[in-house]
Nanobody, 114 residues
Framework: QVQLVESGGGLVQSGGSLRLSCVAP????????MGWYRQAPGKQRDWVAT???????YYRDSVRGRFTISRESAENTIYLQMNSLEPEDTAVYYC????????WGQGTRVIVSS
């Protein structure tokens, strides 16, 4: 188990961009599949994107083409570049290992205004 720290959220207008960061203690990003998840008010936490240890990426249909997940293994950090943001993207965003999840961090809040 490791502590996960998400950052980079904020308020942005529809069509704008944000880059989220997730830092995990210990060098787990290089060897583990990592993912981004989000939870809108009153809704369940949903999977958004995954990056495998080998670099292959997967995306939720609604964000494919707009979001890009990446990693900097030496810094033990994963990123989520979010472009063309929509109000429906409003949520608290979390990161975690996909197959060996740790306790959830606090997340970072993204609010997209119309």
């Amino acid at each position: 188990q490791v502590q996960l720290v998400e950052s980079g959220g904020g308020l942005v207008q529809s069509g704008g961009s944000l880059r989220l960061s997730c830092v995990a203690p210990e060098n787990i990003v290089r060897t583990k599949a990592m993912g981004w998840y989000r939870q809108a008010p009153g809704k369940q936490r949903d999977w958004v994107a995954t990056i495998l240890a080998g670099g292959t990426t997967y995306y939720r249909d609604s964000v494919r083409g707009r979001f890009t997940i990446s990693r900097e293994s030496a810094e033990n950090t994963i990123y989520l570049q979010m472009n063309s943001l929509e109000p429906e993207d409003t949520a608290v965003y979390y990161c975690n290992a996909v197959y060996s999840p740790n306790p959830w961090g606090q997340g970072t809040r993204v609010i997209v205004s119309s």
